[in-house]
């Protein structure tokens, strides 16, 4: 193995058909490596280097560094100190030094791996290894079926085209996720990580936290055992927070979104939105236009807000529980399935807005006749049980006009 040093003038070095280390020192210098597994370093200035045979490293430190290398000549490796794009038939590129700089592959297959501070690294065509090392790295996979790891640091990972493999590692991550094959892996206590797609319908793999769908698609979202906190986009959205104490936001869209098990902040935003709380004890907000919530199981709080909603503290699966119902602007509907056990509190009736009571078949009334209402105290009842309050005591309102029987 020799060792061929250069002067701090212009060189020009030639290796053996051995496993060599060209070092060309200061000024711009020129290196051939030939045959073997060099290394050439052409040191300060604009150097051109030519690996030949054999795989070689290059050492870079300068923008105006060109590294050459034909094709079948072995597997090569840039190492490099400002950002750098690989030129034809070189495999792979890694950032050193402290300095945030910028890694580019190629169409070929590369290994590219940043440094500490905070690096964007780019595959760009072929299947890829990306490793951001230290530091908030963005990572781009480009065509091919990627595999991205973040390391440490708050990433960002977009796989792009292809089956792409991505693990964030620890720090708060975020994934660009567009196959069905995209696969997102992440160990507990790595960071609160996010999701976001904007043309495939997602569901959360295990630790990770958030889901945000992009655009306009209707695509749908499902949530994982964590507290998550998901948002729909201005389409159509089929939203489920599963397990965990959830926030879920529909936005634009008509946008169906279920709690799940747990403690759920629920919002259908904008579009006419069907919103159920499922178990535990939930707060559903319809916000703007017609919707329709059910808080299901456990003590929910519901807000109607703007549009013409119907609200139902248990929906179709409990009667026990003790409601807050707000139906806000609009001709809204406060709707019973059953003969509770519990108490629903309806804040705000308006007979001024054609609010009505609607008792649903399945409550077993048939008749208007078994019900009553108390000006005094706001309290209905069923026969002799109440159900619920009108807890603003309208002292206009009538049984036989305000309360509906559904067929």
């Given at each position: 193995?020799?060792?061929?040093?250069?002067?701090?003038?212009?060189?020009?070095?030639?290796?053996?058909?051995?496993?060599?280390?060209?070092?060309?020192?200061?000024?711009?210098?020129?290196?051939?490596?030939?045959?073997?597994?060099?290394?050439?370093?052409?040191?300060?200035?604009?150097?051109?280097?030519?690996?030949?045979?054999?795989?070689?490293?290059?050492?870079?430190?300068?923008?105006?560094?060109?590294?050459?290398?034909?094709?079948?000549?072995?597997?090569?490796?840039?190492?490099?100190?400002?950002?750098?794009?690989?030129?034809?038939?070189?495999?792979?590129?890694?950032?050193?030094?402290?300095?945030?700089?910028?890694?580019?592959?190629?169409?070929?297959?590369?290994?590219?791996?940043?440094?500490?501070?905070?690096?964007?690294?780019?595959?760009?065509?072929?299947?890829?290894?990306?490793?951001?090392?230290?530091?908030?790295?963005?990572?781009?996979?480009?065509?091919?079926?990627?595999?991205?790891?973040?390391?440490?640091?708050?990433?960002?990972?977009?796989?792009?085209?292809?089956?792409?493999?991505?693990?964030?590692?620890?720090?708060?991550?975020?994934?660009?996720?567009?196959?069905?094959?995209?696969?997102?892996?992440?160990?507990?206590?790595?960071?609160?990580?996010?999701?976001?797609?904007?043309?495939?319908?997602?569901?959360?793999?295990?630790?990770?936290?958030?889901?945000?769908?992009?655009?306009?698609?209707?695509?749908?979202?499902?949530?994982?055992?964590?507290?998550?906190?998901?948002?729909?986009?201005?389409?159509?959205?089929?939203?489920?927070?599963?397990?965990?104490?959830?926030l879920i936001n529909g936005r634009g869209g008509r946008d169906i979104i279920l709690g799940g098990n747990g403690i759920d902040t629920l919002l259908g935003d904008a579009g006419n939105d069907d919103i159920q709380g499922m178990k535990g004890n939930d707060i559903l907000y319809g916000n703007d236009d017609n919707d329709q919530l059910s808080g299901g199981g456990?003590?929910?709080?519901?807000?109607?807000?703007?549009?013409?909603?119907?609200?139902?503290?248990?929906?179709?699966?409990?009667?026990?529980?003790?409601?807050?119902?707000?139906?806000?602007?609009?001709?809204?509907?406060?709707?019973?399935?059953?003969?509770?056990?519990?108490?629903?509190?309806?804040?705000?009736?308006?007979?001024?807005?054609?609010?009505?009571?609607?008792?649903?078949?399945?409550?077993?009334?048939?008749?208007?006749?078994?019900?009553?209402?108390?000006?005094?105290?706001?309290?209905?009842?069923?026969?002799?049980?109440?159900?619920?309050?009108?807890?603003?005591?309208p002292a206009d309102f009538l049984v036989s006009r305000d309360i509906v029987l559904l067929p």
């Amino acid at each position: 193995m020799a060792k061929i040093p250069g002067t701090p003038k212009d060189d020009l070095l030639h290796g053996t058909p051995d496993n060599d280390t060209l070092t060309g020192l200061a000024g711009n210098d020129t290196l051939y490596g030939k045959a073997g597994d060099d290394e050439l370093d052409g040191g300060s200035g604009a150097d051109k280097m030519y690996g030949g045979s054999g795989n070689d490293k290059y050492i870079v430190d300068n923008i105006a560094d060109v590294v050459t290398e034909s094709a079948a000549e072995g597997i090569d490796l840039v190492e490099s100190t400002v950002s750098y794009t690989l030129g034809v038939n070189v495999e792979d590129l890694h950032l050193k030094g402290t300095a945030a700089i910028d890694a580019t592959g190629n169409n070929a297959h590369n290994a590219i791996l940043g440094n500490d501070a905070n690096n964007s690294l780019y595959g760009l065509g072929d299947r890829d290894y990306l490793f951001g090392g230290g530091g908030n790295d963005f990572l781009d996979g480009g065509d091919g079926d990627d595999q991205i790891y973040g390391g440490a640091g708050d990433d960002i990972i977009y796989g792009r085209a292809g089956a792409d493999d991505m693990n964030g590692g620890s720090g708060n991550d975020l994934y660009l996720v567009d196959n069905v094959a995209d696969l997102v892996t992440e160990k507990a206590a790595e960071g609160t990580d996010t999701v976001v797609t904007s043309t495939i319908s997602y569901t959360l793999g295990a630790n990770v936290e958030n889901l945000t769908l992009s655009d306009a698609a209707d695509i749908d979202g499902t949530g994982n055992e964590l507290n998550n906190y998901m948002l729909g986009n201005a389409g159509k959205n089929f939203l489920k927070g599963e397990d965990g104490d959830d926030l879920i936001n529909g936005r634009g869209g008509r946008d169906i979104i279920l709690g799940g098990n747990g403690i759920d902040t629920l919002l259908g935003d904008a579009g006419n939105d069907d919103i159920q709380g499922m178990k535990g004890n939930d707060i559903l907000y319809g916000n703007d236009d017609n919707d329709q919530l059910s808080g299901g199981g456990g003590d929910d709080l519901l807000y109607g807000g703007n549009g013409n909603d119907v609200l139902t503290g248990g929906g179709d699966i409990d009667a026990a529980g003790n409601n807050i119902l707000y139906g806000g602007a609009g001709a809204d509907g406060f709707r019973f399935y059953f003969a509770p056990t519990g108490i629903d509190t309806i804040k705000d009736f308006q007979k001024s807005e054609v609010d009505k009571i609607e008792i649903h078949r399945s409550f077993g009334a048939t008749s208007l006749n078994q019900f009553s209402y108390s000006k005094t105290t706001g309290d209905l009842f069923f026969g002799q049980v109440k159900f619920a309050t009108l807890e603003n005591k309208p002292a206009d309102f009538l049984v036989s006009r305000d309360i509906v029987l559904l067929p």
